[in-house]
């Protein structure tokens, strides 16, 4: 079997070299590249292309966007920088179970294709959120408004946090001029640039994503001594047992609870993320949108695989000699980081390409959270204050500078994230628990013809109770030891001999290789606690689901209830020839009124 890569160490201190960053000219050259090519493209949207005076066109680039564009955008708006370095770092500790997240995806994706799409695509509001006010009432819809803006800026402060610290650091530049930059950058591509220069730059830079793992995958592969070895290796390390289908719910990883967790996510990063459905909103035709929803699936599902193989590659190359256990790394989280530069020494250029593909994965999601918010919180609870219509124009000019306010506050929101080192896990509840609830409320509305107001609020309380508590209380004996997950086997007996001298480890080995990852709890954790973190949302949604139904059965509906706020399978029959066919906002009126008479 071909040797690892070992870590590097100096020779005279035998202290490991991991943290001295030692880029050249070509990984500045290619990570200078991608920026400068969005920033064409921006700019070329935004002065050539003059037609940036309509909402239509900044906020969906004139309803005839390219498909193939949508796509990549789409893909590169849902994979952010942290997946790039959680997912293989996952796989490389617990397996590669975690393919059956694209199952889930899958069908998230024929969610979205047969219930979800066919609604907001033909109704075509501005602010998704415009729906729930016309199927409950105007206080859901800023509740649910509010809750979406704080939360996606809370989210987009974590990523653009996280990316700008690896690269920053792997650059040789001061987090506190790097991270500005790089904002203030993405701020006027976007407020510059509109829909056009957003999707066309996410288009660009998910090419880098794509060509950076792809890169670091043939490297490992080879390093390795190739796809054979890596397999081989992966097997022996049980890094291959992807089929466990224990349906325990207090283990940490399974096919079950994998699958269920992806899916409401899916469901929800896809179908009724505002940032998103403005995407397919910005296509010409349904048949387009449609195709568009297939497409972006197989490009999500691709990369989350090529993640799930990186971490594997990743394997190949540490299996006997741990970088964490070998005290070359401070923490589990810089794995990625780390083997990024060691091949990048191999071949100078993959380390800035990487690099790029980090930054361009959180500027695209942040692009993607800026042009969405803007065009909500304009349409939701700026408008609804002002005491005369706002022209195209105006409306336009409002949208932009909300763009660059959002801007501005993570330009300044970052620095506050510096010095709290628990932030981040608080931060991931609380999106999932807001995500949840804002999946409930547009899920209500669509699926339930008898859902109100009424039962809409209660069950989003319910819900958000239910999810803080399990969600925090779990955090918080994870964070205080209580819950312990053990990964799978991690090995330093190929680290060199005098590392593994100087560390006076009794053990060589540690971890577990069978099927399922075993959880210790302490015995005063209570049981609701003990569910594992991926189940916390399905039981949010189905608490919501429950005491919406009964309250919305109990009460008076607000109103009569428009068919086309609902999915086609369950509107009257002189709806049924409405079957998400329209091409045109002015085709579907003609419909809804010949049906009315």
């Given at each position: 079997?071909?040797?690892?890569v070992?870590?590097?160490?100096?020779?005279?201190?035998d202290?490991?070299?991991?943290?001295?960053?030692?880029?050249v000219?070509?990984?500045?050259?290619?990570?200078?590249?991608?920026?400068?090519?969005?920033?064409?493209?921006?700019?070329?949207?935004?002065?050539?292309?003059?037609?940036?005076?309509?909402?239509?066109?900044?906020?969906?680039?004139?309803k005839?966007?390219?498909?193939?564009?949508?796509?990549?955008?789409?893909?590169?708006?849902?994979?952010?920088?942290?997946?790039?370095?959680?997912?293989?770092?996952?796989?490389?500790?617990?397996?590669?179970?975690?393919?059956?997240?694209?199952?889930?995806?899958?069908?998230?994706?024929?969610?979205?294709?047969?219930?979800?799409?066919?609604?907001?695509?033909?109704?075509?509001?501005?602010?998704?959120?415009?729906?729930?006010?016309?199927?409950?009432?105007?206080?859901?819809?800023?509740?649910?408004?509010?809750?979406y803006?704080?939360?996606?800026?809370?989210?987009?402060?974590?990523?653009?946090?996280?990316?700008?610290?690896?690269?920053?650091?792997?650059?040789?530049?001061?987090?506190?001029l790097?991270?500005?930059?790089?904002?203030?950058?993405?701020?006027?591509?976007?407020?510059?640039?509109?829909?056009?220069?957003?999707?066309?730059?996410?288009?660009?830079?998910?090419?880098?994503?794509?060509?950076?793992?792809?890169?670091?995958?043939?490297?490992?592969?080879?390093?390795?001594?190739?796809?054979?070895?890596?397999?081989?290796?992966?097997?022996?390390?049980?890094?291959?047992?992807?089929?466990?289908?224990?349906?325990?719910?207090?283990?940490?990883?399974?096919?079950?609870?994998l699958?269920i967790?992806?899916?409401?996510?899916?469901?929800?990063?896809?179908s009724?993320?505002?940032?998103?459905?403005?995407?397919?909103?910005?296509?010409?035709?349904?048949?387009?949108?449609?195709?568009?929803?297939?497409?972006?699936?197989?490009?999500?599902?691709?990369?989350?695989?090529?993640?799930?193989?990186?971490?594997?590659?990743?394997?190949?190359?540490?299996?006997?000699?741990?970088?964490?256990?070998?005290k070359?790394?401070?923490?589990?989280?810089?794995?990625?980081?780390?083997?990024?530069?060691?091949?990048?020494?191999?071949?100078?250029?993959?380390?800035?390409?990487?690099?790029?593909?980090?930054?361009?994965?959180?500027?695209?999601?942040?692009?993607?959270?800026?042009?969405?918010?803007?065009?909500?919180?304009?349409?939701d609870?700026?408008?609804?204050?002002?005491?005369?219509?706002?022209?195209?124009?105006?409306?336009?000019?409002?949208?932009?500078?909300?763009?660059?306010?959002?801007?501005?506050?993570?330009t300044?929101?970052?620095f506050?994230?510096?010095?709290?080192?628990?932030?981040?896990?608080?931060?991931?509840?609380?999106?999932?628990?807001?995500?949840?609830?804002?999946?409930?409320?547009?899920?209500?509305?669509?699926?339930?013809?008898?859902?109100?107001?009424?039962?809409?609020?209660?069950?989003?309380?319910?819900?958000?109770?239910?999810?803080?508590?399990?969600?925090?209380?779990?955090?918080?004996?994870?964070?205080?030891?209580?819950?312990?997950?053990?990964?799978?086997?991690?090995?330093?007996e190929?680290?060199?001999?005098?590392?593994t001298?100087?560390?006076?480890?009794?053990?060589?080995?540690?971890?577990?290789?069978?099927?399922?990852?075993?959880?210790?709890?302490?015995?005063?954790?209570?049981?609701?606690?003990?569910?594992?973190?991926?189940?916390?949302?399905?039981?949010?949604?189905?608490?919501?689901?429950?005491?919406?139904?009964?309250?919305?059965?109990?009460?008076?509906?607000?109103?009569?209830?428009?068919?086309?706020?609902l999915?086609?399978?369950?509107?009257?029959?002189?709806?049924?020839?409405?079957?998400?066919?329209?091409?045109?906002?002015?085709?579907?009126k003609?419909?809804?009124?010949?049906?009315?008479?």
């Amino acid at each position: 079997m071909t040797s690892t890569v070992s870590p590097e160490y100096n020779a005279e201190t035998d202290e490991p070299e991991s943290n001295k960053y030692s880029l050249v000219w070509l990984d500045y050259t290619a990570f200078s590249i991608s920026l400068c090519l969005s920033a064409g493209i921006s700019l070329y949207y935004g002065y050539s292309k003059r037609k940036q005076n309509t909402v239509e066109e900044y906020m969906f680039g004139g309803k005839n966007m390219p498909s193939l564009p949508i796509c990549m955008s789409n893909m590169a708006s849902t994979v952010s920088s942290i997946l790039l370095v959680a997912m293989p770092t996952e796989t490389y500790y617990y397996g590669a179970q975690l393919l059956f997240i694209c199952l889930g995806d899958m069908a998230a994706a024929v969610f979205m294709y047969f219930f979800y799409l066919p609604v907001f695509y033909n109704l075509g509001y501005t602010s998704l959120f415009e729906y729930l006010e016309k199927r409950f009432d105007k206080g859901t819809r800023c509740l649910a408004s509010a809750i979406y803006s704080v939360t996606q800026i809370l989210y987009l402060l974590v990523i653009v946090y996280s990316s700008c610290t690896a690269v920053s650091q792997a650059l040789g530049i001061s987090f506190n001029l790097f991270a500005p930059l790089a904002c203030i950058f993405c701020t006027f591509y976007t407020v510059v640039g509109g829909l056009r220069g957003v999707v066309w730059a996410d288009t660009l830079q998910a090419v880098f994503i794509f060509l950076s793992i792809i890169t670091l995958i043939i490297i490992g592969v080879w390093n390795a001594g190739g796809l054979g070895n890596v397999i081989d290796i992966a097997e022996k390390g049980s890094r291959l047992h992807v089929f466990n289908f224990d349906i325990n719910p207090l283990t940490r990883n399974s096919a079950w609870l994998l699958f269920i967790s992806a899916l409401f996510i899916g469901i929800y990063g896809n179908s009724t993320n505002p940032g998103v459905v403005q995407r397919y909103l910005s296509l010409s035709s349904f048949s387009k949108a449609k195709l568009v929803v297939i497409i972006t699936t197989l490009a999500s599902i691709t990369i989350i695989s090529l993640t799930i193989c990186l971490g594997l590659v990743i394997y190949a190359t540490y299996y006997n000699c741990d970088p964490a256990m070998s005290k070359s790394l401070s923490s589990n989280s810089e794995l990625v980081s780390y083997y990024v530069v060691q091949s990048g020494r191999k071949l100078p250029g993959v380390t800035g390409l990487f690099l790029a593909g980090i930054l361009s994965a959180a500027l695209s999601s942040m692009s993607t959270i800026m042009n969405s918010i803007s065009g909500t919180t304009c349409e939701d609870l700026i408008k609804p204050l002002l005491s005369k219509k706002l022209s195209n124009e105006q409306t336009n000019f409002y949208i932009k500078c909300l763009a660059a306010i959002i801007g501005l506050i993570v330009t300044v929101g970052i620095f506050g994230l510096n010095a709290s080192g628990g932030i981040f896990q608080l931060y991931r509840t609380t999106l999932s628990l807001t995500s949840g609830v804002i999946l409930f409320i547009f899920t209500f509305g669509i699926f339930c013809r008898r859902a109100n107001s009424k039962g809409a609020i209660a069950g989003a309380i319910a819900g958000i109770i239910v999810s803080v508590t399990l969600g925090l209380g779990s955090q918080a004996a994870i964070t205080s030891g209580k819950i312990k997950y053990t990964h799978k086997v991690i090995s330093i007996e190929g680290c060199p001999a005098n590392l593994t001298s100087s560390l006076a480890l009794n053990l060589t080995k540690i971890g577990y290789n069978g099927y399922i990852t075993p959880v210790s709890f302490a015995d005063d954790v209570i049981y609701p606690f003990r569910i594992s973190f991926n189940l916390i949302t399905f039981i949010g949604i189905t608490i919501s689901m429950l005491v919406g139904s009964t309250v919305s059965y109990l009460t008076k509906p607000d109103k009569d209830i428009d068919e086309k706020l609902l999915i086609p399978q369950i509107r009257n029959k002189q709806f049924h020839h409405q079957d998400s066919n329209y091409k045109t906002m002015e085709e579907l009126k003609q419909l809804n009124s010949y049906a009315n008479n």
